[in-house]
């Protein structure tokens, strides 16, 4: 897979990420189960698949993917490659929005953040997109910048048994405002190896929100590492949202790195017939006087299996610190699993922090009520899930956002409402 990559005209910093990276790699392998952070993503059947490296791929869509019939900030990533053809990106102020490969020659700038966000060196996967990644996305808000449109990034996979590595990287510096829409999904049903890394850096006084939405084909395998580093006075709302993938797994970090910072790291997850969905969350709050509020909603149907490893971290010199964790997970089988595992960590004495974890099933008396006054069973099932869901979509700001991942709540739960 290493041969993918041309570093003959790489700048020198890259080659030493990409040197780097594949030796990280090559020391820890695959994780098995007797590794403690990976105890229940079993990941053996990787090993059956000869897999190749990512080449581009058709664009063409079986459903359209994105969220607007008619938006004016999109990028398209077809098998880790910027697609111009299908990316629409237009002169906005305060917005540089294009592909990676070329920003690494044209902006010194990236440099500075790529790889210096990401830890790679207890993660083989993201070590191995330091390695081998070709393409992606770098986006970069200028100082006191204001973006009222969303901004999507839809990554697409096309093809068969193919590694795909796309690196993202999100830049925003002082005073600057965005909302994103990050999509991963599938060209028809096809089993590949996605591994992405996205890297964001939020200076002072930015405001970030950010959708993550992982929609792929249930055949593929999904294995991610989304981390963020936060200046004073920031604030970043992030939103994880967990559909597809027959294995999925992503680590989310984000690090606390000042003062009176506000950051948000929720999400939804349904896993229906026999996925394995694993989120592993981690808030490093290193500085005083900042806030961190995390909720993550879990649904399982079928066989299904759901892993949740949420982390908070508050360091000795992090007094002040307010830090909240809720993990709830509904159960729609007997044969469905969830294992939850919430740690906090605190090392300061003025602080406010807790955590907590539930597992149930439909509240019969809720589904009675709502039966008894003529509504069928899966209607009222629907209303009670998306009720369960609804505290982390209806914290999103975007309506047109909360509303497609709404309906597509619903699909996949195999619940139609119609219009």
Known sequence: MLDAVNRDQEPTWLVSLRDRGAKIHGELGVPTTRNEEWKYTPLRSLASVNWNPGEPGPAVFETDPTFYAETTIRVVIVNGRFDRNLSQVPVTPGLTLMSLRDAIYEKPEVGDHLGSIAKIDDHTFAALNSAVFVDGVYLHLKAGAAVEPVIEIVHVTSGQDLVIAPRILIVAEENSTA???????????????????????????????????????LESYHIALWETKQAGESEYRSYNVAFGGGLARLDQNIDLNGEHITARLDGVVVARGEQV???????????????????????????????????IFVHQDAQKTDAKQTNQALLLSRDATINSKPQLEIFADDVKCTHGATVGQ????????????????????????????????ELMSDEVVRERLERRLYTKLGIDFGE
């Open 362 to 393: 439909i509240e019969e008396t809720f589904r009675f009520y709502m039966r008894s006054r003529g509504i069928p069973k899966a209607t009222a099932d629907a209303i009670l899930v998306y009720a369960f869901a609804a505290e982390v979509l």
């Open 179 to 217: 909302k994103i829409v990050e999509q991963y999904c599938s060209n028809g049903s096809s089993t590949n190896l996605t591994i992405p890394v996205t890297e964001v850096f939020v200076a002072k006084h930015a405001n970030i929100e950010h959708v993550r939405l992982q929609d792929e084909s």
């Open 277 to 311: 969905i694993d989120n592993h969350t981690k808030l490093d709050h290193a500085l005083p006087n900042c806030n961190s509020f995390e909720i993550y909603k879990q649904i399982i149907d079928d066989k299904a299996t759901v892993v949740f490893n949420g982390k």
